[in-house]
């Protein structure tokens, strides 16, 4: 708890920050509407225009809090106008990208624990596949599975996956095998069962690796997801309302989907390390 | 048909192959033939495929067409990497690396601003910021000075967070061993605390790589000048010139990798003391 001072003084000064910036980026505006009505601005009123503008360079805060409101609060949740709708859009790619990812990596994770061949030549490829720039290939994925004749959700997913099964693999491979060889040789010498040393040393004591690796999974499935909305042509989603405000200059709408993706993002990383406490309490590991 | 049979072929024999390399006592032929073995032959069955199924160029192009791509169109994929690696990723890289790095040093100088900092660096190293590429397209302009920017946010948090973690590794013993030695706050930061970070500092500069190629490349989907992978990539998937499209992201494939190796390199000649690292050292 002695750290809720120096965070709020943080998280305060941020905020004195970006008022301060707002007024430095959108005071060029501000004056070149003054000029041109042949009037000059004092001090208070410069500062409140530029806290106040519809296009700012930088949206103050509060302006970013009333847009969030409204499309939030304001509209029906299942109308396009509704941050709610957008931000379901984006989250249900997200969760859908998130529980493939995590089956797949969860698989591969199995297959390199137990198979040594596998070890040797799929580990170092889903390593190197991480040095490349995955988001790379997002317009490509759902140009060509939209020729295939899927679209939607799953082209979303699909990329969503791709980025969020790498941590469970690497978490997962690290987690399965951290019991020792002590532990191990305790379950030989109660003839176990391969079945059964899984079920019952592995699996369990990979749990606190699996919930990490999991909470950077959602937060790359996230990223996924915004991006692959994005060549579609801004149908529906974050990512297209990130897209169309850039297209059209609305940089309050621009801020408050970012805030929205923020939230989602904390939230399923906070539902994650929720059930990552609840569950290795019951175990006794935490 | 013949193609399909061959595809089989090919994959039982690099099956049946890497079984007998991984039964023999590894050593580090075997566990680089392993991989590019596996690798090989997925490309061949690639090729195979898409030549026995007859399946559409537009929708995947073999691995012959992009490699002859890759020698046709030599130099728009070099105008597009020397644009988004280097103008944009690298420079991009260099300073949020520096800034985050000398934050670090203040935040480890200064308590308060540690104990402040860190947790809104972790919260903030999770949250989907490569969605600011719009806001830092609209205020640094279509250029590569707005990658470079985003690329400068997208490192700086992860950067942050390793450096100061790793400026806490130095042991109490060690740093009492240095007062004992009557050495102030710089000789103990440069002779200990430093060399100490050393390996936290490199995986946060090896994160770092991977999301600068990505901040670069995805900011351009946002706006570019006409050159540019992002660009390139954005636009051919709209001519269903795929090929070229695989021609970029092998290059970025190879770039991204290069790039993680590079410093993978340099931390292997700095760390040579660590454990992780003393393991292969022949």
Redesign the interface.
């Given at each position: 708890m002695?750290?809720v001072v120096?965070?709020?003084?943080?998280?305060g000064a941020?905020f004195v920050i970006w008022y301060a910036a707002a007024v430095w980026?959108n005071a060029p505006w501000a004056r070149d509407v003054a000029a041109r009505a042949d009037r000059t601005l004092s001090v208070t009123e410069l500062v409140a225009d530029t806290w106040a503008q519809d296009k700012p360079?930088l949206p103050a805060p509060h302006q970013v809090a009333v847009e969030l409101w409204d499309t939030v609060v304001g509209q029906n949740v299942t109308s396009k106008r509704s941050l709610v709708y957008h931000a379901w859009v984006t989250l249900s790619a997200t969760l859908l990208g998130f529980a493939m990812g995590t089956a797949l990596g969860f698989v591969l994770a199995l297959g390199i624990v137990y198979n040594?061949?596998m070890?040797?030549?799929?580990?170092?490829?889903v390593i190197?596949s991480?040095?490349?720039?995955?988001?790379?290939?997002a317009?490509?994925i759902i140009?060509?599975l939209n020729?295939?004749g899927l679209s939607g959700l799953l082209p979303k997913a699909i990329i969503s996956m791709y980025l969020s099964f790498f941590p469970i693999v690497v978490g997962m491979v690290k987690g399965l095998r951290s019991p020792d060889v002590m532990m191990l040789d305790q379950m030989r010498t109660w003839n176990a069962t391969r079945v059964q040393e899984f079920l019952k040393l592995r699996l369990p004591s990979s749990m606190p690796y699996l919930f990490t690796s999991m909470?950077i999974a959602m937060?790359a499935s996230?990223?996924g997801a915004?991006?692959g909305e994005?060549?579609t042509g801004a149908v529906a989603g974050?990512g297209a309302r990130?897209?169309a405000?850039?297209y059209y200059?609305q940089?309050i709408q621009?801020?408050s989907?970012?805030i929205m993706?923020?939230v989602l993002?904390?939230t399923a990383?906070a539902l994650i390390g929720l059930a990552q406490r609840v569950v290795l309490k019951r175990m006794g590991m935490a | 048909m013949i193609w399909l049979l061959l595809g089989i072929a090919v994959w039982g024999g690099g099956?049946a192959l890497?079984?007998w390399?991984?039964g023999r006592p590894v050593s580090t032929a075997?566990?680089l033939a392993?991989?590019v073995?596996?690798?090989l032959t997925l490309v061949v069955i690639w090729e195979c495929l898409v030549r026995g199924l007859e399946i559409s160029p537009?929708?995947?192009p073999p691995p012959t067409a992009i490699g002859a791509r890759v020698a046709v169109s030599g130099d728009i994929l070099w105008e597009d990497f020397v644009q988004t690696v280097i103008k944009g990723a690298l420079s991009g890289y260099v300073i949020g690396c520096l800034a985050a790095f000398g934050v670090a040093l203040l935040a480890d100088r200064f308590v308060?601003?540690?104990?402040?900092?860190l947790?809104?660096g972790n919260?903030v190293a999770?949250?989907?910021i490569?969605?600011?590429?719009?806001?830092m397209?609209?205020?640094f302009g279509f250029d590569w000075q707005s990658k470079a920017a985003i690329v400068v946010v997208m490192v700086f948090f992860p950067m942050l967070v390793n450096t100061v973690q790793g400026l806490l590794a130095a042991e109490t013993m060690q740093r009492d061993l240095m007062r004992t030695y009557g050495a102030g706050y710089w000789t103990t930061l440069v002779k200990l605390r430093l060399p100490a970070a050393m390996p936290f500092i490199f995986n946060g500069l090896k994160i770092a790589?991977?999301l600068a190629?990505?901040g670069a490349?995805?900011a351009e989907?946002?706006?570019s000048p006409i050159r540019g992978?992002?660009f390139r990539?954005?636009t051919s998937?709209g001519q269903?010139a795929?090929d070229l499209?695989?021609a970029?992201?092998l290059v970025?494939?190879v770039a991204?990798?290069a790039?993680?190796?590079a410093v993978a390199l340099i931390e292997r000649a700095v760390t040579f003391w660590h454990p992780s690292q003393r393991g292969r050292a022949r």
């Open positions: 002695r750290s120096p965070v709020l003084t943080v998280v941020i980026l360079k040594r061949v070890d040797m030549s799929v580990m170092p490829w190197a991480q040095t490349i720039p995955i988001l790379a290939i317009p490509m140009v060509v020729a295939v909470k937060a996230l990223v915004i991006v994005l060549p974050l990130l897209l405000g850039s200059g940089t621009i801020w989907a970012l993706a923020a993002a904390a990383v | 099956w890497n079984i390399l991984s075997t566990s392993v991989p073995v596996f690798g537009i929708l995947l308060f601003l540690r104990r402040g900092l947790p809104v919260f999770a949250l989907p490569i969605g600011l590429a719009p806001i397209v609209m205020w790589t991977t190629l990505i490349i995805v989907f946002f706006g992978m992002g990539i954005s998937v269903l795929l499209v695989w970029e992201i970025a494939a991204g990798s790039f993680y190796g």
